[in-house]
């Protein structure tokens, strides 16, 4: 059994926040602030350029990507680390339509993040010769797969209202007509169980500093499968993904495997936060995560309906078709999420209506999903929503 008392005095949260936004930007690992210091004073300080050798920076993008990997179904050798998640999603789309010359369309769904259609957008619009994304809704990707289709692009998890797609499903029935599936686990990796291998996925990305806690700007994943991993040609073939980088050739040869989707120079800094993060997960099992998550947002969806009728559920309501976030509607969501900021309660808020709660049962339990609720519930009934300051829209919602 995973111990969430142990795994909440690893994380380093202010005094009086309830924090419900671990699916945006996960807390501060205790460790990660002794780990950072140790990497910026002892390595970079002591070692200057000898720490890519001697502190290991050079194989730290794949020894995190092994870590990952174990949280995501992914077995080793099989996942790297580095860029951002947009640039990992750029990578696996290109790979995909390379294995699938003859087809011309990428599909994905009207639910995914704008970015994820932006990188495929981009991408067709760079390959020409009537490359083409194509969105349906997300209830009708299923019956969209059809033998045009290089590639399904799809969000696990959708971030505005945490509906969970069914990976294994949508995997094989793309199989089954030819394409390939690539999986952005962005709200997955950390959240729900993940089992990449077993659902035959064939290229997935994510990102390291929503729920696996690795901090702002903390570099991404990118996993392929290994039945693809020496034929997929990387489209940003940066030295780094070179089969010798330190041979400084004229031309470009792919590295071995996984590896070939690197870039260019890893940000050690970063990855040290993010080391310190994934230790948290050393004592976690998967399966103790998602019965827990799934208990703070049932008790979390059953108290704001209690209390708050005014506010509309937008997450399904059966477990197996969400992932670790409730989400609730409101015209006025905006200025209803940034007064229960002003009173400790932090979540978010997406357009145009959606008010986003994350549960993450590494340093939340029941009783602060409760005390949200009543702090919800005052806000609500009081309307101490309607004041022009918490109407302000900052650049960051
Ligand atoms: C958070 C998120 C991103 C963000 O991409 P970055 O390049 O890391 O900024 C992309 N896609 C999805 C589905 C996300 O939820």
Not at 62 to 71: E, F, T, V
Request: proline letters at 6%; charged letters at 20%; a negative charge.
């Amino acid at each position: 059994m995973t111990d969430f008392t142990a795994t909440r005095a690893m994380f380093d949260l202010p005094e009086g926040v309830i924090y419900l936004d671990g699916n945006s930007l996960g807390p501060l690992p205790r460790a990660a602030k002794a780990r950072v210091a140790e990497t910026v004073a002892a390595e970079w300080g002591q070692m200057l350029i000898t720490g890519w050798n001697k502190a290991g920076w050079m194989a730290q993008p794949m020894r995190l990507g092994d870590r990952i990997g174990r949280l995501v179904g992914a077995q080793p050798g099989t996942v790297v680390v580095g860029d951002t998640l947009s640039i990992k999603v750029f990578q696996a789309l290109a790979s995909a339509v390379q294995l699938r010359p003859d087809r011309k369309v990428i599909l994905s769904d009207t639910g995914n993040f704008p970015s994820d259609l932006y990188m495929a957008d981009g991408l067709c619009r760079m390959l020409g010769r009537g490359y083409s994304l194509r969105t349906v809704a997300p209830e009708a990707v299923e019956a969209a797969i059809d033998e045009t289709v290089a590639a399904i692009l799809i969000t696990e998890v959708d971030y505005r209202t945490g509906r969970r797609h069914d990976m294994a499903r949508l995997t094989a029935k793309a199989h089954a007509a030819g394409a390939l599936a690539i999986w952005d686990l962005a709200h997955s990796a950390g959240a729900v169980p993940v089992d990449l291998a077993g659902g035959g996925a064939d290229f997935a990305a994510g990102c390291t500093y929503k729920y696996l806690n690795g901090g702002p700007g903390a570099p991404a994943f990118i996993y392929v499968a290994p039945r693809h991993a020496e034929a997929a040609l990387p489209a940003l073939s940066g030295w780094l993904g070179h089969a010798a980088p330190f041979a400084f050739d004229l031309d470009y040869r792919p590295g071995p495997g996984i590896e070939r989707m690197r870039v260019g120079t890893p940000p050690v800094i970063q990855m040290a936060a993010l080391e310190a993060a994934l230790d948290v997960w050393d004592g976690v099992e998967m399966a103790d995560l998602r019965t827990k998550s799934l208990e703070l947002g049932d008790l979390f969806i059953a108290g704001v309906e209690a209390a708050c009728p005014m506010l509309s559920l937008a997450t399904p309501r059966a477990n197996d078709a969400r992932g670790s976030q409730v989400s609730f509607r409101h015209p006025e969501g905006y200025a209803i999420m940034q007064a229960l900021i002003a009173r400790g309660v932090i979540g978010d808020f997406r357009a145009p209506d959606i008010l986003r709660f994350g549960f993450t049962p590494l340093y939340i339990g029941a009783e602060e999903v409760g005390r949200a609720v009543e702090i919800l519930a005052e806000v609500m009934a009081g309307g101490l929503w309607d004041r022009a300051e918490y109407r302000q829209r900052a650049a960051v919602t």
